[in-house]
């Protein structure tokens, strides 16, 4: 399934949640080593913590030992959920910006990849973690080849097919993740200033008037109006009832769309999807956008190659 040729050296680390099927998450560990990738796992099952993978303290130690591991070259969150929140303050976001990693996961691990941008803009990615992406029973091949195609390259170029989006040319420091945790993060020292970027958005059970609330907030703190374009992944998981009276994801992109002169595009393949793209977050990217498609590209991060 993977089309990354050198084995890695991968440490798996849970900063939030816990595996919620251990068997599974054995079996994707061994999975990955059947494929020639060493795993150091510092999580374990017994250390849960109410709905962590860990106590504060241990799971802050794991971040902090798998950057410090010279060995060590991929740094993979276990899952998402919640729990990076509580380890903010503490994380010694000069260690990890100069690790040498490649840090990936989404979902709640936004906040640390926004951290690496406000603290020194070091560059990070935006993709699968163990729980599911790796765990799962059906696991996806396209989330896996565009996983190592990225980290293996120092560039990546997605072409996609969406209709309705505005035309766009747009160049700026590719940056984001999921919306909620973005949010949150307004007014804390982890949330990077950002201005001409391209920042792209995802969300998870979220309806749609949760989600222009929230884009609401972003715009009025003054961080959409000062980037270059919004992206938009996905936004599923939600239900509409009768009383939405026809008030949908689309007429929520409507109207934001008349609030915000940047443009918003829709289409990203990322999120809580099984097919899911992976982004180098504060890469150098453009998109290019119009009725028919667009295409992102992103260069100039640090490849697998060059991690430590």
């Known amino acids: 399934?993977?089309?990354?040729?050198?084995p890695a050296v991968i440490a798996i680390v849970a900063p939030s949640g816990y595996a919620a099927d251990p068997v599974a998450y054995a079996h994707a560990v061994v999975r990955l080593r059947e494929q020639g990738h060493t795993v150091h796992d510092t999580t374990r099952d017994a250390d849960k913590h109410q709905r962590f993978g860990a106590t504060d303290a241990a799971r802050l130690a794991q971040l902090h030992a798998a950057a410090r591991d010279p060995t060590v070259q991929i740094v993979m969150a276990l899952r998402g959920g919640y729990g990076l929140s509580r380890l903010l303050p503490a994380i010694d976001f000069d260690l990890l910006a100069n690790s040498g990693k490649c840090f990936v996961g989404h979902s709640d691990f936004t906040a640390l990849q926004m951290g690496l941008l406000a603290h020194g803009s070091?560059?990070?990615?935006?993709?699968?973690?163990?729980?599911?992406?790796?765990?799962?029973?059906?696991?996806?091949?396209?989330?896996?080849?565009?996983?190592?195609?990225?980290?293996?390259?120092?560039?990546?170029?997605?072409?996609?097919?969406?209709?309705?989006?505005?035309?766009?040319?747009?160049?700026?420091?590719?940056?984001?993740?999921?919306?909620?945790?973005?949010?949150?993060?307004?007014?804390?020292?982890?949330?990077?200033?950002?201005?001409?970027?391209?920042?792209?958005?995802?969300?998870?059970?979220?309806?749609?008037?949760?989600?222009?609330?929230?884009?609401?907030?972003?715009?009025?703190?003054?961080?959409?109006?000062?980037?270059?374009?919004?992206?938009?992944?996905?936004?599923?998981?939600?239900?509409?009832?009768?009383?939405?009276?026809?008030?949908?994801?689309?007429?929520?992109?409507?109207?934001?769309?008349s609030q915000l002169s940047v443009p918003i595009v829709q289409g990203l393949q990322f999120g809580h999807v099984r097919d899911k793209l992976t982004l180098p977050v504060g890469a150098r990217a453009t998109l290019v956008s119009d009725d028919q498609g667009f295409r992102l590209t992103a260069s100039g991060y640090k490849a697998l190659r060059d991690c430590a």
């Not at 399934?1 to 050198?6: E, G, L, R, V």
């Not at 935006?126 to 696991?139: L, Q, T, W, Y």
């Not at 001409?196 to 989600?211: A, M, Q, S, T, W």
Request: negative net charge; contains cysteine; charged residues 15%.
């Open 1 to 6: 399934m993977s089309t990354f040729i050198q």
């Open 122 to 257: 070091a560059t990070s990615f935006a993709g699968p973690m163990m729980c599911d992406d790796f765990s799962r029973a059906d696991p996806s091949g396209f989330t896996h080849t565009h996983f190592w195609q990225c980290l293996s390259q120092p560039s990546v170029c997605i072409d996609a097919k969406a209709s309705g989006n505005p035309d766009v040319d747009a160049e700026g420091l590719l940056w984001g993740g999921n919306l909620s945790m973005l949010v949150h993060l307004i007014g804390t020292p982890w949330m990077p200033k950002i201005a001409g970027g391209i920042l792209f958005l995802e969300d998870i059970n979220e309806h749609p008037y949760r989600v222009e609330r929230m884009l609401l907030q972003l715009l009025h703190a003054g961080v959409l109006g000062a980037q270059k374009a919004v992206l938009l992944g996905d936004f599923s998981g939600y239900k509409l009832t009768d009383y939405d009276n026809g008030y949908n994801f689309e007429a929520m992109l409507h109207f934001m769309r």
